[in-house]
């Protein structure tokens, strides 16, 4: 990381600035090159290793593109300001970030796809009581992110 001074390294910290974002955007690539789709997504910590979880239909070029590779990068930011000044060049925005790569992996089973989608359902409600009929979850895609590299930013 360029900025030293921006850059977040507690952990706590860190998945606070998670925890805080609304939607994250996994990078995958097709022979054109990136491919970048934002997701709404769930998170847990296991033994000092961020994990991702995603959702989504069971079919279409997101899930395409995860069959043929095995690592993703992805990015979520939050927190955001415009901060005006007199000059243009003195305009500024602050930010909190956090980015990343990781293997993906579709899941498969389905108490572990139940699993993520508690996860993506805690992020946003805060409970984790929910029902998924095994039919809706049989249909679609539940995503897995183990995270490998992580760098995290706040601008303030």
């Known amino acids: 990381m360029r900025r030293k001074d921006r850059e977040i390294t507690d952990n706590r910290k860190i998945l606070e600035i998670v925890n805080a974002c609304g939607c994250c955007r996994i990078g995958l690539v097709d022979q054109d090159g990136a ?20 959702h989504g239909a069971g079919e279409g070029k997101k899930i395409d593109l995860i069959r043929r590779q095995e690592t993703a990068c992805f990015e979520m930011d939050t927190n955001h300001e415009l901060v005006e000044r007199e000059s243009g060049c003195a305009y500024s925005y602050l930010f909190q970030s956090v980015m990343g790569r990781g293997k ?17 359902m805690e992020h946003y409600s805060d ?3 929910w029902a998924f009929p ?8 539940v995503m897995k ?12």
């Open 134 to 141: 095994e039919k809706m979850v049989s249909s679609m895609a």
């Open 127 to 129: 409970r984790t009581d």
């Open 145 to 156: 992110l183990t995270v490998t590299e992580l760098s995290c930013k706040e601008h303030k």
């Open 104 to 120: 993906i992996e579709l899941l498969q089973d389905y108490e572990e796809k139940r699993y993520g989608l508690e996860r993506v």
């Open 35 to 54: 491919y970048i789709v934002p997701l709404n997504f769930g998170f847990e910590e296991q033994k000092g290793t961020l994990i991702l979880y995603f």
